[in-house]
């Protein structure tokens, strides 16, 4: 019996894109702030600090979908938005 192969690797990262235009991704568990000086600045949690040329709403629409996609907080599609009923 053949076995199948499954691909486990988690989506941790996102793709934002340098203002020199080149696209490339960052780890979303380690963005500690996302600001507008008025150019949009990526914090992490380490310190360093990127400048990217995706607005801060797209960014943060970013991290709240790969929220959603591991489930961090209880970003969940099923129940999001729907008020809690005992």
Known sequence: MESK???LTPIII???TRLNGKSFTVNALYIET???FPDTTITFTSGKKIV???TEEEVTKAIIQFYR?????GFRHDVEGKKYEE
């Open 34 to 36: 996302v600001e507008s």
């Open 69 to 73: 996609a591991v489930n961090v907080l």
């Open 14 to 16: 996102i793709k934002v």
């Open 52 to 54: 990217v040329r995706d």
């Open 5 to 7: 192969r499954y691909s």
